[in-house]
C-alpha cells in the first residue's frame, strides 16, 4: 500500500501575514487619509463635477476619525489572522476577509483613474493588498487547504466592515468628545 504524501504545512506568514499586509496598506492611509479630501477638492470638483458637495465632504476625515476607523478594522484583520492560524486557513472568516482583502484594492485603483490622480490607499493596493492576497490564496491551494468561494460574500461584507467602522468611530469621538466636555463642566467652579 502507497504510503500517503505529506500535506505540506501552512506558512504562518499566509495567515499572520494578512494582518501585516493589511497593516502596511492601512499605514499609508492612516498617512495620506485625513486632509487628503480638502487638499484634492478643486481635482474632485474638475474630474466629478456632478457628484454632490455633501459626497465630496463625507471623504474629508480628521486624523483621529482616521485612526479610530482604521484601529476598529485592524481588531477585525487580527481576529481573521487569528482564526486563520488557529484552523491552518481553513476558516471561512480568514478566507472571506482574504477575498475582501484583495478584492478592496479594486476601488482603490479606480478611485484613482476616475478622480485622474492620488487617492488614499493606491499605491500599496496594487503592490501590496493584490500582491499578498493572489500569494496566499495560492499557499492555501498548495498546502491543500479547501478555498471556500468566498468573494461574494466578501464583496458585500467587507464595504460592510469598513462603512461600520467608520461609522462606529464617528460615535466613538462623540461619546470621547460629550465625556471630555462633562469632565469639563464637572471641573468649573
Do not use: C, K
Not at 145 to 174: C, D, E, N, W
Amino acid at each position: 500500500m502507497p504510503v500517503p504524501a505529506p500535506v505540506p504545512r501552512l506558512p504562518r506568514s499566509v495567515t499572520w501575514g494578512l494582518l501585516a499586509a493589511w497593516a502596511v496598506h492601512d499605514a499609508e492611509e492612516l498617512v495620506t487619509m485625513p486632509g487628503w479630501a480638502d487638499r484634492a477638492r478643486p481635482r474632485l470638483e474638475r474630474t466629478l463635477p456632478r457628484a454632490p458637495a455633501r459626497v465630496r465632504d463625507a471623504l474629508s476625515v480628521s486624523r483621529p476619525h482616521a485612526t479610530v476607523a482604521i484601529g476598529l478594522v485592524g481588531a477585525f484583520v487580527a481576529a481573521a489572522s487569528a482564526r486563520g492560524a488557529r484552523t491552518g486557513g481553513a476558516d471561512p472568516l480568514y478566507q472571506a476577509t482574504l477575498a475582501g482583502f484583495g478584492w478592496h484594492a479594486v476601488p482603490h485603483v479606480a478611485s484613482a483613474v476616475v478622480t485622474r490622480g492620488y487617492t488614499p490607499g493606491v499605491l500599496t493596493a496594487p503592490t501590496v493588498v493584490v500582491p499578498f492576497a493572489l500569494w496566499a490564496r495560492s499557499r492555501l491551494r498548495r498546502a491543500g487547504v479547501p478555498v471556500a468561494p468566498t468573494a461574494r460574500a466578501a464583496a458585500v461584507f467587507g464595504p460592510l466592515v469598513v462603512v461600520g467602522a467608520h461609522v462606529a468611530a464617528s460615535g466613538l469621538l462623540r461619546l470621547a468628545d460629550r465625556w471630555r466636555q462633562g469632565r469639563r463642566a464637572g471641573n468649573s467652579p
